[in-house]
């Protein structure tokens, strides 16, 4: 098969959604309907497991769960195309972290799953704000449509104006809770039909070319009329779906269903494979690659530690942005500038977990790492590249860490680092003091650094509160502004693990003002790996 159909019928997503919306779930429908899992369940128990005490070891274990969940590869046919799918995790719950920022680095598309009763929700409106950096198109999920919920219109305005994204519905639901008769699928004029709990994989849909079908009055009773009228007020209402908005990111199309329910799954993964982009071009520092260029290129948007306790070992994932991975390949790693041979690289399916024979753009193939991988490392099997926009994201939550035993900074010094490479934290060194202070965006974040700092590094620590609750990057291109601005913030100035600068606030509105105050200094939210 040439590059170029390997290419186009693969489709790499995340899931962005709050937690409790319903992607767990939803995940596993997608899988029973790509053939990956048999039975109903499978993720689900993991993810309660993923839900036990934070101790060391059941830290360990969640590691060795997420792993198996990190990457989800299923096969899929429909409308008479094959397509090669790769679900990337986006944990959530206590393990949000960031990676998952990053996890959404990687990916060509995302679906972004809704609670029909709550709207957007916060984490949903960070993780949207990371596909906005590269434009990534979104597919949006109404989900639970079995309860009571909000208005359908009320749901697409609140997207709109708290995601700034269009809303055009390909579907539109009948009723809701109770009285929720099922969705009319205004792209291919059909209607589905709800019946809780619905076991199969396959259900009639019932062709209605012309809402004035007797044959809807028959179906739906007294809601058909609901219908219609709903229908009419959304055509003069939305905006028709166009392809280049989706693909730019500016509009999302919509579906109603109930994942539990197994209700508009079908329909939503079958647009989804129609309708997101396959892998396409990716922006290194040196030019744009395109995926069906013949040299293999891919990048670490995550590494995941500790898989086995008993031997330090590390994977790192690597998105392959371009040409074919084969089995016990060399390639070049840019950043230390040699040869690496991978032997036994590693593809993830849905449940198991196989030694790579071959893999193309949009692919995620995980390689055993001893320490000289970082995250944002670029390989490639010709020219020396290094991908952009797999960035470290300003931390949300700060931690000042209390080293227990002095002798110890050192091996201290030495297990932050590494671990801030591996993106499982980020370390901030004062200017004044020199105390690190950590960083994160999900508070597991900070245990896992603690028990891990422990048990690799034979560091015993613990934290103490900060003010910190913000932080940016900080440049200026006016060297004595820039000296100005160093010597009045220094006691409020960091250095994370590469040496950039970062200033650190007690709060958004102190950050604000001080950006006003200094408007020669830029502040960044992201930056770029080195
Ligand atoms: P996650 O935290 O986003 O992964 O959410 P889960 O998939 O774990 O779902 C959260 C809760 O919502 C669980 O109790 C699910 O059983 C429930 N849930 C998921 N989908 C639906 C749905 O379509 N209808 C109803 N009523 N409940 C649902």
């Not at 792993?67 to 409308?79: E, L, P």
């Not at 809601?223 to 959304?234: F, K, P, V």
Request: proline share 4%; net charge negative.
């Amino acid at each position: 098969m040439s590059l170029q159909s390997e290419i186009e019928k693969r489709r790499t997503f995340g899931i962005i959604s709050h937690p409790d919306a319903g992607k767990t779930t939803l995940t596993e429908k997608l899988l029973m309907f790509g053939g990956a899992i048999q039975m109903a369940g499978a993720v689900k128990a993991r993810k309660a497991s993923r839900h036990a005490t934070s101790d060391w070891m059941k830290i360990e274990q969640e590691r060795g769960i997420s792993v198996a969940s990190s990457v989800m590869k299923f096969n899929y046919q429909t409308g008479g195309s094959d397509f090669e799918v790769n679900l990337l995790d986006t944990p959530g719950h206590q393990d949000f972290s960031e990676d998952t920022y990053r996890v959404l680095t990687a990916v060509d598309s995302a679906m972004m799953v809704i609670d029909s009763a709550k709207g957007v929700e916060a984490q949903t409106q960070k993780l949207m704000e990371v596909c906005r950096m590269r434009n990534t198109p979104i597919v949006t999920f109404i989900n639970k449509m079995d309860r009571e919920g909000m208005d359908p219109l009320d749901i697409l305005a609140d997207i709109e104006e708290k995601l700034q994204i269009e809303c055009t519905p390909m579907s539109w639901p009948i009723g809701m809770g109770k009285s929720f008769k099922g969705v009319y699928n205004l792209h291919k004029k059909e209607l589905n039909l709800f019946s809780a709990g619905m076991k199969t994989t396959d259900f009639d849909s019932i062709r209605i070319d012309d809402l004035s079908d007797p044959k809807l009055d028959e179906l739906l009773g007294n809601q058909a009329d609901e219908l219609r009228e709903e229908i009419e007020l959304l055509e003069g209402a939305a905006d028709p779906f166009d392809l280049e908005q989706f693909l730019i990111g500016s509009q999302t199309p919509v579906f109603f269903g109930s994942a539990i329910n197994n209700f508009g799954v079908k329909e939503l993964l079958n647009a989804f494979c129609e309708l997101a982009p396959h892998p396409g071009p990716r922006d290194a520092m040196q030019r744009t690659v395109n995926p069906d260029e013949k040299s293999f290129s891919g990048f670490c948007f995550k590494i995941q530690a500790n898989m086995d306790p008993a031997h330090r070992d590390r994977i790192a994932f690597f998105r392959i942005c371009s040409g074919k991975f084969e089995k016990g390949m060399t390639v070049r790693h840019h950043r230390i500038n040699k040869d690496v041979k991978v032997p036994n690289a590693t593809i993830f399916m849905a449940q198991d977990r196989a030694h790579v024979e071959q893999a193309y753009a949009g692919d995620i193939i995980g390689i055993h790492n001893h320490g000289t991988i970082k995250i944002g490392d670029t390989f490639t099997t010709k020219e020396v590249l290094k991908f952009t926009g797999i960035p470290n994201f300003a931390p949300e939550l700060f931690r000042r860490v209390r080293l227990i035993d002095p002798m110890k900074r050192k091996q201290l010094h030495k297990g932050l680092v590494q671990l801030s490479e591996e993106g499982a934290v980020q370390v901030f060194k004062t200017n004044l003091g020199g105390d690190y202070i950590l960083g994160a965006v999900g508070v597991l974040q900070f245990d896992v650094t603690v028990a891990r700092l422990k048990a690799e590094y034979k560091v015993d620590a613990d934290y103490v509160a900060t003010d910190f609750q913000i932080a940016r990057w900080v440049t200026c291109d006016d060297e004595k502004k820039f000296a100005e601005f160093r010597k009045l913030f220094d006691s409020a100035l960091a250095e994370d693990a590469d040496g950039c600068l970062a200033y650190l606030a007690p709060s958004a509105w102190k950050l604000s003002y001080t950006e006003e105050q200094w408007p020669d200094i830029t502040f960044h939210k992201t930056r770029e790996h080195i």
